[in-house]
């Protein structure tokens, strides 16, 4: 268990490594410095190595950080590429109201067919031009 590693600690690396700042970091993870500064030291805990070497005026990757750089990059690839595949058809379709006329229900009906998994939606206003193939089903109706 202790050589586990999690994908939010080397999410928490990646981005500190492209960053090379811890605050910088946390902004973009919308976390506190502090959190990813104890995250970072947990991998580099259960890893058993250091990762980035920090003084007060910089942040650079050590050997093993750049090994381990790429390898997260990759993996988090992986997982981000797998999770999306596994909850294809699965998520819920989002429907622009394209028309007054056109009920949320209608356009999932007319989604059916191409996306048989699609059983249930929301609708939600926009002010944004639909794609071509709601455009025609709104000059239908």
């Known amino acids: 268990m ?8 080397l999410r928490y690396f990646v981005v500190v490594a ?3 700042h811890f605050s910088r970091a946390a902004r973009r993870l919308f976390v506190a410095q502090q959190a990813v500064s104890r995250d970072i030291r947990r991998l580099e805990e259960r890893l058993g190595v250091r990762l980035p ?7 650079t990757l050590t050997p093993a950080g ?3 750089l790429a390898r997260a990059r990759q993996l988090l690839a992986l997982h981000d590429e797998t999770v999306r595949e596994v909850r294809a058809g699965t998520a819920p379709l989002f429907v622009n109201v394209v028309g007054q006329k056109l009920t ?3 356009v ?7 996306r048989p998994a699609c059983s249930r939606g929301t609708a939600r206003p926009s002010g944004e031009q639909p794609p071509p ?3 025609r089903l709104r000059d239908r109706y």
């Not at 202790?2 to 600690?9: K, V």
């Not at 070497?53 to 942040?59: L, N």
């Open 2 to 9: 202790a050589d586990e590693l999690e994908f939010r600690l």
């Open 18 to 20: 492209e960053e090379l």
């Open 53 to 59: 070497d920090r003084d007060t005026r910089q942040v």
């Open 66 to 68: 750049v090994r381990l």
């Open 104 to 106: 949320p229900a209608l």
């Open 108 to 114: 999932l009906a007319a989604a059916k067919p191409s």
């Open 133 to 135: 193939e709601l455009q």
